[in-house]
């Protein structure tokens, strides 16, 4: 089962995409804000968060914005991320994609927010 379209919102805050060092201690500036995903692994620790919260020392990429698809989206769903990232890859819109257990975010620098808004409601979506 697929979707003709998706809904995505557009989420307020300015996100920051930070790296932290393998074995850092999750700190809790992360978890301040409206999002916070991290993902670890052994090598290291990525913290995507509210960009305002994130102190100057950490290795941070800033100025990032969230389209959201209102979920929560059935497991049995597919091409979801291929319906968002191929328009947008084809617009010459890079991403930053995160998944979650109830849906999936997809991350665009906010200098491309409104040329990613038109190319995916032209694509069929809708930006609420």
Partial sequence: MSLPFLTL??????????RLPEGVALPDWARAGEFCSIT???????????????PDAVQANPGWRALMVVGPLDF??????????QPLADAQIS??????????????????????????SESGHLIV
């Fill in 9 to 18: 919102r557009v989420l307020p805050e300015r996100l920051a995409i930070c």
């Fill in 40 to 54: 670890w692994s052994r090598n290291e620790t990525s913290i995507v968060c509210a960009e305002n919260l994130v």
């Fill in 76 to 85: 049995s769903l597919t091409g979801i991320l291929a319906m968002l990232a």
């Fill in 95 to 120: 991403i930053f994609a995160i998944s979650t257990f109830d849906t999936d975010y997809v991350l665009v620098k906010e200098s491309t927010l409104d040329a990613a808004i038109q190319t995916l």
